[in-house]
Structure formats: C-alpha cells, structure tokens
C-alpha cells in the first residue's frame, strides 16, 4: 500500500494587505476612540453598531473610485434552497450601512438622526506601504437635516476632536468647500458630453498634486507625468479651462475675497451662487461659535470625492512636518473628510433626505499621534506573581485574587515555574511593574517581596550607590500589606 503524503503545513502568515494589532497598539486605539466617542457624545451623537457584512445591492454604486458595485469590496454569494442567493459584501466604509439602515427603521428613528459609529471596514483594494486592506474608521453623521447649521456643527466636531485626542491648535487645519460652486463652474463651461464633464472632476482632483499649471496642461493637450509617460489631456479650449483655474485658485486668504472670487468663477449659475451663499453662512456660525480660520477655513482648493458630494464638503488636514523614509520633511496631510450628501438615502426611499457627515481614518490618526509623541503611553503590563512551590499554588492564587479585587490587574505565572530567571523574564516582556516573590522562608516569615521591575529597569540603566542606597528596587513587607504596597508602587508611575 503506497503511503500517504502528509497535508503540507499552512504558512503562518498574514493575508496580503492585513495586519495583526498587539497589546499597546490595540490599547493605544482604544484609548483614542475613547476620547473620540467623548466628544461626539458631547454634541449628542447616539451609537450606532451596524452589521459588518451588507447586501451588494444596498452598497450600490457608491464604491470609492469604481463603477461597478462588485470591485472594491470582498464579496460573496450565497446559496439558497432554489440555487444561487444574495451577494454579500464586507462593509467598505461606515456610511452606506447607516443610509440602509436609516431607510430601514426611519419611522422609529428621531428626525433629524444623530448617529457616530466605530469600527472596521475593508477594501479589495491594491495593498502598499501603509495602505491596508482591513482599518478602522470613526464616523458622526446627522440625516434628516438640510440647514448648513448641520455641516458647520460637523467641522466645529471635527476641530474639537482633534483637540480632544492631542492635537493642538496650529497643527491641524480645517478645509472647507462646496460641491454647487464646482457645479456652478461646470455650468459655465457649457460641457455636453458627459465624459468630459467626468474627466474634468478627475482632473480637478488632481490639483494638489500638479498644481494651477499641471490641472490647465490636463484640461488641455495634457502633460508628462513624472515618469515621462505622457498623459492625454480633456482637450478644452483655454477659455473653457479658464473657470476651472479660478475655482481652484480663488483662496485668497481673507474670507470674504475668497467668497469673491468664487462669486466670479460661477459667474450667473444659480447652484453656484447657492454654494458661495452656503460657503458664507457656514463661516458665520462657525466663527459665532468661535472657530475662526486659524482652524477651519473656506479653501476652494479642497476636491475630495466631489462626484460623491453634493454640497459641503471638509478635509482635516494635520500642518506639522515629519520625515519620510528618505528623511524629506513633508507634512503629515489628511486624517478626516466628508461632506454632505443628499441623495444616498434616496436609494432606498425614491424620496430625497438630506444628510452630512465626517470620516476620521483612525490608524493615520493614531500614527500621527506616534510621529509627535502624543499618544498614551505603551500600556502597563499586570503586576506578576511568582511561583517559587508549585504545591502552593492556592497561597499564590489568593494574593492575585486579592490584588485584583483591589482593582489591580494582576496574573499568576503559569509557566515551568523551576528557573525563577524565567520568570522574571516574562515579567519583563510583560512589562510587569512589580513582581511578588513568596518562599517557604517568606512564607514562614509571614512576609512577601516586593521587587519594583520599573525602578529596577532604571537603576540598571544609570544607577548611583547613593540613589541605591535612597530606594531600594526590591523589599520585604508583611504579607498583610501586599495590596497596599503594591498600590504605592503602581502610584508612582501613574
């Protein structure tokens, strides 16, 4: 009888495009959703945790950078009893389970709805350095309200959160645009064909990369990108372009010169005025509420997912310099957009609802936060006690139970508890702040030892005889102050 080939062993890996999160990480992002949830609380923003999987259909068309409704998301279909069932889908983003769930249960829901949702989502995208298939977003939407009071309450969210998570005033900015001042533009320059007017977004899109010249060379002929390749332009006329470039080069600073040079740009569209109108009333307040443009500015220059918007729309974009992998200062850039878009619901309703809403990228957040140091220390590991008898592992358990009943997180060590280096070797990769060390002759004692693995950790680094001498790193105490003398320990570092 042949004999049996052996199943290969599976490769333990990662999916291409997915990552594993440990401890600190994973404390660190909790910790920031924590203070984010804090503020969107605040404005009063309900919870909201919807199902992880949507149906393809209730996705739509709506897919970042996509036409069609299957790419951009891992999908599947299912079976039924008459054959082939539903497509399901991973959720690619926050926003297209909460307009199916609005038209779902509107007729329990409060109008306007005031919802901010956490989670995961996932992209089938291309994965790269950063770029990850699976990551974490942090929404507040409010649907139901048509007033721009909504949006400017979004930006002054936006702003106060950033704040809230440790970054200050100067390091961030605030961008805000509208989508009926770019239709206005478009109104202007009498496009027909669809596939211009298309073309035209994506080339504004382009802006922040190519710049005034780079856009008009695009809207015409077009240019050499720089890897020599040559990319065929729109092929407008210069007069055709000419709205464009004053669109996206209106910022002037000032608010109300801004306003004025968009009020050029849109010359007599009716959309167009109602953008500059709403871009002014938006400013209003948020300067009422005390949001001036040091935080959050009207900037035309803003054209992120203008095909998806139909009104405001904001960017939050972090101001200070770090070093890229070729040690070039550059600034750290976007961590939050969004804007408003009213004709999301009306997919499943057949009827209009007006909606807003902003996306926090919560692990471009977090690593910013890293980059400047601002983020919540690396989390303390539990207090450790040692196994010095394995016959006595009750006396062990109910000092733990006791310092965890005392709030304090604690563990027994369960190894091989024989090399008691070992043991404090796990103490240290545990990032143990103390260790609790009981022999028989301790015990005999009615004693424990204390030993301080932070102080210890420093001593070794740079210690003096004299700060030895000042405070010892390890000590006896009865066993009756355990707890207590672990609490002043842990107070120290607090």
Same mark, same amino acid.
Do not use: W
């Given at each position: 009888m042949a004999k049996q080939k052996k199943a290969p062993r599976p490769k333990a890996q990662t999916p291409k495009g997915f990552r594993d999160y440990f401890g600190s990480e994973v404390?660190?992002?909790?910790?920031?959703?924590?203070?984010?949830?804090?503020?969107?609380?605040?404005?009063?923003?309900?919870?909201?945790?919807?199902?992880?999987?949507?149906?393809?259909?209730?996705?739509?068309k709506f897919l970042p950078d996509v036409d069609r409704p299957n790419e951009g998301v891992f999908a599947w279909q299912e079976s039924d009893e008459d054959g082939a069932g539903d497509w399901l889908a991973l959720r690619y983003d926050l926003t297209a389970p909460l307009a199916r769930v609005y038209a779902q249960h509107r007729n329990d829901l409060p109008t306007p709805y005031r919802r901010y949702a956490m989670g995961p989502v996932w992209r089938n995208e291309k994965p790269g350095p950063g770029r990850y298939r699976q990551f974490y977003q942090c929404d507040a939407d409010t649907v139901g309200a048509a007033s721009v009071a909504a949006d400017a309450e979004i930006?002054?969210?936006?702003?106060?959160?950033?704040?809230?998570?440790?970054i200050p005033r100067g390091d961030y900015l605030i961008r805000v645009n509208n989508r009926k001042v770019l239709n206005g533009v478009l109104?202007?320059?009498a496009l027909d064909n669809v596939a211009q007017r298309d073309a035209v977004l994506r080339t504004i899109d382009k802006f922040d990369k190519v710049g005034e010249v780079g856009v008009r060379e695009l809207l015409g002929k077009g240019r050499l990108d720089a890897s020599g390749a040559y990319i065929d332009g729109v092929g407008l006329s210069q007069e055709q372009a000419d709205p464009v470039v004053a669109f996206l080069t209106s910022g002037a600073g000032l608010l109300d010169a801004t306003l004025t040079n968009l009020t050029s740009a849109?010359?007599?569209?009716?959309?167009?005025?109602?953008?500059?109108?709403?871009?002014?009333?938006?400013?209003?307040?948020?300067?009422?509420?005390?949001?001036?443009?040091?935080?959050?500015?009207?900037?035309?220059?803003?054209v992120r997912g203008l095909g998806y918007y139909t009104g405001p729309v904001y960017e939050a974009e972090l101001t200070f310099?770090?070093?890229?992998?070729?040690?070039?200062?550059?600034?750290?850039?976007?961590?939050?957009?969004?804007?408003?878009?009213?004709?999301?619901?009306?997919?499943?309703?057949? @009827?209009? =609802?007006?909606?807003?809403?902003?996306? !926090?990228?919560?692990? /471009? $957040?977090l690593a910013a936060l890293r980059e400047k140091g601002r983020a919540d220390k690396a989390a303390q590991g539990p207090v450790?006690?040692?196994?010095?008898?394995?016959?006595?592992?009750?006396?062990?358990?109910?000092?733990?139970?006791?310092?965890?009943?005392?709030?304090?997180?604690?563990?027994?060590?369960?190894g091989n508890p024989k090399n008691f280096g070992n043991q404090l070797k796990y103490a240290d990769k545990r990032a143990a702040p103390v260790?609790?060390?009981?022999?028989?002759?301790?015990?005999? @004692?009615? =004693?424990?030892?204390?030993?301080?693995? !932070?102080?210890?950790? /420093? $001593?070794?680094a740079d210690a003096s005889l004299e700060e030895w001498k000042e405070r010892p790193s390890q000590y006896t105490v009865p066993r009756t102050e355990l707890v207590t003398r672990v609490k002043e320990i842990l107070d120290l570092y607090k």
């Open positions: 404390t660190q992002r909790n910790d920031m959703l924590q203070k984010i949830a804090e503020v969107y609380h605040r404005y009063g923003f309900d919870a909201l945790e919807s199902a992880g999987v949507e149906t393809v259909e209730a996705l739509g930006c002054a969210l936006l702003a106060d959160t950033l704040e809230q998570v440790g109104e202007c320059m849109v010359g007599g569209s009716v959309a167009g005025a109602e953008g500059v109108a709403e871009l002014r009333q938006i400013a209003e307040l948020l300067a009422a509420g005390g949001y001036g443009p040091d935080r959050i500015m009207i900037d035309p220059s803003v310099e770090i070093l890229d992998d070729k040690g070039r200062k550059r600034q750290f850039g976007s961590v939050a957009g969004g804007g408003r878009y009213d004709d999301l619901v009306k997919r499943f309703t057949g @009827q209009a =609802v007006p909606a807003t809403g902003v996306s !926090i990228g919560v692990d /471009r $957040l450790v006690v040692t196994v010095m008898d394995r016959d006595r592992m009750a006396d062990y358990q109910t000092m733990v139970t006791e310092l965890r009943q005392a709030g304090i997180r604690a563990e027994v060590y369960l260790a609790v060390i009981e022999g028989a002759d301790e015990q005999a @004692q009615g =004693v424990v030892q204390i030993k301080d693995l !932070i102080l210890g950790s /420093r $001593l070794a």
